[in-house]
């Protein structure tokens, strides 16, 4: 007797398209859970790949014969008894490297940016032809470099820049032009690049109403410029002849 599957498929009420995906469908499931099966779940760990690395020195030291002592295998493991050549690097991270960086800087010759020529200059990191002018363009603005930040003032030098070389320079200041306060004029005081024009011209006054100057105190008592001011004029300035 003939089974009658009609009452079935109207019961499910798939169409033979439907079946059809349906089927498919079935099919992708069966073969993702079997890749669980086929395919082993195995992790890598930063310890088996130095165990490996170690085994491959094991048996490149046994095959060479290059090792002063005796290796023995055992597990997860490489023992060396006695003396070996194989010596395991440590582990270097960031701060080690601005550390060692650091050290570096200290330990190679400082460069003496007030007679340093371009050539001299781009020798240090981040320096290139373009900044080395500046540099020198501005070395010349200012009358000589007294102080090392005086570099953050460089048009276009970076702060990272700034950073790197800091360690490697140094300043000098018997090669800083110095101006006479009490015999120089309005043009020659404006070469100081920290005066201001009002400044000058206080400055101009009072030696016409007081006299000369006799040091930094008289400029900052009677208030012609501030002690912020005279921190950053006072090495271009002379008050004597001398």
Do not use: C
């Amino acid at each position: 007797m003939k089974f009658n599957t009609k009452p079935i498929k109207d019961w499910f009420g798939f169409s033979r398209r439907e079946r059809r995906s349906t089927f498919a469908l079935l099919v992708v499931v069966v073969i993702i859970i079997g890749f669980k099966y086929i395919i082993p779940d195995t992790k890598i760990t930063i310890e088996d790949i130095t165990d490996s690395l170690l085994v491959t020195e094991y048996i490149t030291a046994k095959d060479s014969g290059s090792s002063s002592g005796s290796y023995s295998y055992s597990g997860n493991s490489v023992e060396k008894k006695f003396k070996s050549t194989y010596v395991r690097k440590p582990k270097i991270g960031l701060s080690s490297i601005r550390k060692n960086d650091s050290y570096s800087n200290q330990k190679q010759p400082l460069i003496e940016i007030n007679r340093s020529d371009s050539a001299t200059l781009v020798r240090l990191p981040g320096i290139g032809p373009v900044l080395s002018a500046r540099i020198i363009k501005y070395r010349r603005l200012l009358g000589g470099y007294a102080r090392i930040e005086q570099l953050k003032e460089v048009y276009g030098l970076p702060e990272e820049t700034y950073e790197l070389i800091k360690n490697r320079i140094s300043t000098d200041s018997t090669f800083i032009s110095r101006i006479n306060i009490n015999t120089a004029d309005y043009k020659e005081l404006s070469h100081i690049r920290y005066f201001e024009k009002y400044e000058i011209a206080s400055i101009l006054k009072y030696r016409q109403l007081k006299g000369n100057i006799a040091g930094m105190i008289d400029l900052i008592d009677n208030k012609l410029i501030t002690k912020e001011k005279a921190f950053r004029v006072s090495p271009y300035l002379k008050f004597d002849d001398n």
